[in-house]
T-cell receptor, first 118, second 114 residues
């Protein structure tokens, strides 16, 4: 069965610091997808990134970057020069839909509550 | 990306009453939709898979008679919480697939049962 572990329950840093959110996953599927979502206090899920299992290239988008390492089953997320607006709960998720539903069905990690202090 | 609309955004109901939550795919057809539940400060847990024209598939531990799911069209799935009780107070969020590679989430519904 698929499983996602986000060991960091809460992280608090001062603005402008860099912060890394860890994500470790388990799956027996050879083809799978990994996601990161941001959940602000309003509750909606904001899509940040999708990565498939065949693409291990790291990705950078502005202040955000992701490090995908299949060897350690990790998909870590780094925010550089953090800002107060980055404060939210961040979820890592793994596709659990198998061959038919693919990434339509997701398994979520426990989430990391990130607080950026001014 | 595709748009999934969920309604209402929040609802307060009395204990013992039923509440219906709608999930619509606005610009694509979705034969399958998913319903998740999130208790305060917890993760999102899949409740059920809603299948157009057939019965929903419920995850272990989810009462199908309490959480009624209807997926009567390719753009609409509804979740009805029957005889709601305070312990059903939660954040409910739906998603619809955009092909095998992604899912689009609704805005979520915050249910409070008093």
């Amino acid at each position: 069965a698929q499983k996602v572990t986000q060991a960091q329950t809460e992280i608090s840093v001062v603005e402008k610091e860099d912060v890394t959110l860890d994500c470790v996953y388990e799956t027996r599927d050879t083809t799978y997808y990994l996601f990161w979502y941001k959940q602000p206090p309003s509750g909606e899920l904001v899509f940040l990134i999708r990565r498939n299992s065949f693409d291990e290239q790291n990705e950078i988008s502005g202040r955000y970057s992701w490090n995908f390492q299949k060897s350690t089953s990790s998909f870590n997320f780094t925010i550089t020069a953090s800002q107060v607006v980055d404060s939210a709960v961040y979820f890592c998720a793994l596709s659990a839909g198998g061959a038919i539903q693919g990434a339509q069905k997701l398994v979520f990690g426990q989430g990391t509550r990130l607080t950026i202090n001014p | 990306g595709a748009v999934v609309s969920q309604h209402p955004s929040w609802v307060i109901c009395k204990s013992g009453t039923s509440v219906k939550i709608e999930c619509r795919s606005l610009d694509f057809q979705a034969t399958t939709m998913f319903w998740y539940r999130q208790f305060p400060k917890q993760s999102l847990m899949l409740m059920a898979t809603s299948n157009e024209g057939s019965k929903a598939t419920y995850e272990q531990g989810v009462e199908k008679d309490k959480f009624l799911i209807n997926h009567a069209s390719l753009t609409l799935s509804t979740l009805t919480v029957t005889s709601a009780h305070p312990e059903d107070s939660s954040f409910y969020i739906c998603s619809a697939g955009g092909g095998r590679t992604e899912a689009f989430f609704g805005q979520g519904t915050r249910l409070t049962v008093v």
